[in-house]
């Protein structure tokens, strides 16, 4: 009795702990999602498949009221319909194109704002670290004016006395946005100025610019990707804060912020029309800062992961 118990209880511990086909399987796509920022790159997709192809994706005009379909719920409320997924705001405009086409106009700004911010600022970092004396002092204290000007105070004067516009935004959003690239930079070229390969070209007779451009600039090029990724929702952020506070891109413009700004007289009532823009905000900043943790781990070897 006791032997035929104790097999009995063997096999029953056997079938426990035995692992079932699926596990390996399971186990490695969870390693991979680990390694690899997989919803990271999901979301910024996404992002740019709506900001692509924003007009065929939906049929709707994310301008034009439609007084009649004003303030329908989204899709699963009582009320709702199938037409508009994520419902209507006070004007009738389909709540999904408008976040739709904001994507656009988000991504636009950050690409032209970062495009023209990190070539200055690379130029920037990259001349005073090289060069270093007068140079680097005047430029430093250059980027440390522009870190000590209240940035929202300027775009309000600004807005006040030019107007709301597309174009201003991107001039007040460049305008401080290559100082943290340029002081990146600066720390990078300090150091990479004292290898041996630049010393020896600088012994071959190379001009300076050159010795700049061909042996010190490739070796910033990991730290620019990595300050650009992690920008790149700063940006996001800061131009969705400019529209929300009225100083950004002007209505009926669907921006993300501008529609955050609609509907917070309607947040108990129609809670959809800020909830929704707010929610893109938070899943874009977040997915570029994670992408942006991801270089920076993949390209510093003392950070690195190795499986």
């Known amino acids: 009795m006791n032997t035929a118990s104790n097999t009995a209880g063997d096999t029953t511990a056997v079938q426990v702990v035995q692992p079932s086909d699926s596990s390996p399987f399971i186990n490695r ?5 680990r390694y690899w ?12 498949i709506a900001a ?21 719920p989204p899709v699963w409320q009582e009320g709702g319909t199938s037409k508009h997924l994520l419902g209507t705001d006070p004007l009738g405009r389909d709540m999904l194109t408008r976040i ?22 690379l130029l920037v970092g990259l001349i005073a670290g090289y060069l270093g004396g007068t140079f680097d002092e005047v430029l430093m204290r ?6 000590a000007v209240p940035f929202i105070l300027v775009a309000l004067v600004t807005v006040i006395v030019y107007g709301q516009s597309f174009a201003l935004v991107i001039i007040l959003l460049t305008i401080f946005s290559w100082n943290g690239v340029a002081r990146q930079a600066r720390a990078e070229t300090l150091s990479l100025k004292t290898r041996d390969y630049v010393a020896a ?33 700063s940006l996001i952020l800061t131009e969705a804060s400019l529209s929300f506070l009225g100083v950004g891109i002007p209505p009926p413009t669907p921006a993300w912020g501008v529609m955050v700004a609609e509907g917070r007289n309607y ?14 905000i938070m899943l874009t900043v977040l997915a570029f800062n994670f992408l942006g943790d991801w ?5 510093d070897p003392r950070l690195r992961q190795l499986d």
């Open 29 to 33: 796509w969870i390693r991979r999602i």
């Open 37 to 48: 920022p997989v919803v990271p790159i999901i979301i910024i997709s996404a992002l740019l």
């Open 52 to 72: 692509i192809f924003a007009d065929q994706l939906t049929s709707f005009d994310p301008e034009k009221d439609d007084l009649i379909s004003r303030n329908i």
């Open 100 to 121: 739709i086409h904001g994507a656009r106009i988000s991504l636009l700004i950050a690409a032209i704002v970062l495009s023209i911010g990190t070539a200055f600022g």
């Open 142 to 147: 250059v980027v440390d004016f522009t870190f």
């Open 201 to 233: 070209s600088q012994v071959a007779g190379a001009s300076i610019w050159r010795v700049m451009y061909r042996h010190v600039m490739p070796g910033l090029i990991n730290t620019v990707i990595v300050v650009t990724t992690l920008r790149l929702g």
């Open 267 to 280: 947040i108990y009532t129609e809670w959809w029309i800020s909830f929704f823009p707010g929610l893109a």
């Open 295 to 299: 270089f920076r781990d993949r390209f």
